[in-house]
């Protein structure tokens, strides 16, 4: 009789790292078939407008990646997004040099709001994001009068991420700097084991001694920071806010989390992973114009591509019955 041998734990580990660095093989066949059609695309000038445009949508796909880690979701990113934007405008007459980083520094403490209703009234992350983006969306809306609006031109945040340092946009660098400083947080603080651990189940971690409404607080607080800088990076290359100027980044930026390899039922992935899922998301948008397809058709493709995606790492059997 033949007994199948039981995997060993280092043959396991070596998969999962291998079964990690399928995202990234994924972006570099990317890069390569494009640039066979297109040379320019890595031209120092084409990857510079690229990290450019680029860097709105991979700074939510960073923040949108921290609820998912602990098995929720944030909805409200894009409508933050636009509202800030918005709110550089109104509130530039008051505040002056410091509006952005105020307003910054509200959408910090709004996103940890947004966690403790989620988390202390045990309301589905889902509904109160939803909620809270139909609410932020509508004060965009209410506030700007539904048009869109100048960025003042003596805004000095919004002036320097609009530049570059050499050939690198300061966007990018602004990205890189948030996502580096995310992935320590994770990595090498209490914050991150727990985050994993909520992810993995929450019973088990509230047993374990975990502040699950803590959690869940910083998650959404530090989700909609990020979703705040990526409306001032949309105001830098824009300039100009508008209300309805993020719309189309809420389905990008959960694509990206969930095609750079973390699962959407949450304790599996990282920063860096889903830093390489939106830079593919980003360059896909580019090979959808390369190859003729319409903006109006882009969202089809984009919607199967994360149907895809959150079949092959949604984890079934530690959700059990999915409803």
């Known amino acids: 009789m033949n007994i199948a041998k039981p995997v060993s734990p280092a043959l ?30 890595l031209s120092t000038g084409g990857l510079s407008n690229f990290f450019t445009d680029a860097a709105p949508l991979l700074i939510l796909v960073v923040g949108s990646t921290l609820p998912i880690l602990a098995g929720s979701i ?33 959408a910090f403490l709004f996103g940890g709001l947004q966690g403790y209703v989620h ?5 589905p ?9 139909s609410i932020v969306t509508g004060l965009a809306l209410l506030l700007s009068n539904a048009t869109a609006l100048p960025i003042p031109d003596d805004d000095s945040v919004v002036g320097w991420i609009s530049e570059s340092s050499g050939v690198i946009p300061n966007s990018i660098i602004v990205v890189l700097t948030l996502t580096l400083i995310l992935t320590l ?5 209490r914050f991150g084991r727990d985050l994993y651990a909520l992810g993995s189940g929450e019973r088990t971690a509230i047993m374990s001694g975990v502040d699950t409404v803590r959690i869940r607080c910083l998650v959404f607080a530090l989700s909609a ?15 100009f806010s508008s209300p309805g100027i993020a719309g189309n980044l809420l389905l990008l930026s959960i694509v990206g989390v969930v095609l750079g390899g973390t699962a959407i039922s949450g304790g599996v992935g990282g920063i860096g992973a889903a830093l390489v899922g939106g830079v593919i ?15 109006t ?12 995606a959150v079949i092959l790492t949604t984890d079934r059997a530690k959700i059990g019955i999915v409803k």
Do not use: E
């Open 297 to 308: 058709t882009q969202n089809i493709v984009f919607g199967v591509m994360a149907l895809i």
């Open 281 to 295: 998301t980003a360059w896909l948008r580019v090979i959808t114009v390369m190859v003729g397809i319409s903006p």
């Open 119 to 123: 988390a202390k009234l045990q309301l």
């Open 185 to 189: 947080l994770i990595r090498y603080t």
């Open 125 to 133: 992350s889902f509904i109160t994001t939803l909620a809270t983006l």
């Open 12 to 41: 396991g580990v070596y998969f999962s790292r291998a079964r990690g660095l399928i995202p990234l093989l994924v972006l570099i066949l990317l890069v390569a078939g494009s640039s066979v059609f297109a040379p320019g695309v």
């Open 74 to 106: 944030d909805l409200s990113v894009a409508g933050i997004a636009a509202l800030v934007g918005v709110l550089i405008v109104n509130c530039h007459p008051v505040f002056g040099l410091w509006t952005t980083p105020i307003i910054l520094l509200g």
């Open 225 to 239: 920071l990020c979703a705040g800088i990526g409306g001032v990076l949309l105001s830098s290359i824009t300039g």
